[in-house]
């Protein structure tokens, strides 16, 4: 049973340019959050997708956006890149059940120079 | 606003000493989780509690949900080297999304 997987693990972008984050859940589950790392910091949380909608979003500016397909896997993207963008970026999955935990990926490394 | 508060922010002791690591807030959560974290990965989900009070063992590790469950603690018994980590404490405020503290860097000298 494969668990959370991300990619790519990492990656390095120039300021200004947008990116593409990849994740699919662990089997069985319908809701991906994705949550940015930065160095020596716990993750903050950036958005939610359940049934391919967006169901909460975190303190994140419109540059990130992110879609959710209908075998639940989910994309994030980010415009526009910032050398403050560079961090661990987290997805995790969890049903929609009301059940609260949420595993992790290994993440994505993006670094932008 | 950092919501959930954890202390230490580093810890560094010797093989075989005890431990405890503190989560606090001034929040009330549905349910808290504590995951460890090694370098470059992710966070590993190591134990949820849901009910005021609660406490779950896992091995020679204790986690407690206080009673107004607003903060939470782990104690690690007889450390070992193969607890370094990064100790995280999430709280679950509503629909899943996860309020994370600033983790607590821990170290288990040999």
């Known amino acids: 049973d494969a668990g959370v997987t991300q990619s790519p693990t990492h990656l390095i972008k120039t300021r200004g340019q947008q990116v593409t984050l990849r994740c699919s859940p662990k089997?069985?589950?319908?809701?991906v959050s994705w949550y940015q790392q930065a160095l020596g910091q716990g993750p903050q949380f950036i958005f939610q997708?359940?049934?391919?909608?967006?169901?909460q979003r975190g303190n994140f500016p419109d540059r990130f956006s992110g879609h959710q397909f209908p075998n639940y896997s989910s994309e994030l993207n980010v415009n526009a890149l910032l050398l403050g963008d560079s961090a661990l970026y987290l997805c995790?999955?969890?049903?929609?059940?009301?059940?609260?935990?949420?595993?992790f990926g290994q993440g994505t490394r993006l670094t932008v120079v | 606003t950092q919501l959930l508060e954890q202390s230490p922010q580093f810890l560094s002791i010797q093989e075989g000493e005890n431990l405890t690591v503190y989560c606090n807030s001034s929040?009330?959560?549905?349910?808290l989780q504590w995951y460890r974290q090694e370098p470059g990965e992710g966070p590993v989900l190591l134990v949820t509690?849901?009910?005021?009070?609660e406490v779950k063992k896992l091995k020679r590790l204790t986690f407690q949900f206080g009673d107004a469950r607003k903060d939470s603690s782990l104690h690690i018994t007889a450390a070992q080297p193969g607890d370094t980590g990064l100790y995280l404490c999430?709280?679950?405020?509503?629909?899943?999304?996860?309020?994370f503290g600033q983790g607590t860097r821990l170290t288990i000298n040999p």
């Open positions: 995790a999955s969890s049903t929609g059940t009301g059940n609260t935990e949420a595993f």
């Open positions: 089997s069985g589950h319908d809701t």
């Open positions: 997708y359940y049934e391919e909608e967006e169901r």
């Open positions: 929040s009330v959560f549905s349910s």
């Open positions: 509690v849901v009910t005021g009070g």
């Open positions: 999430a709280g679950s405020l509503r629909a899943q999304k996860l309020v």
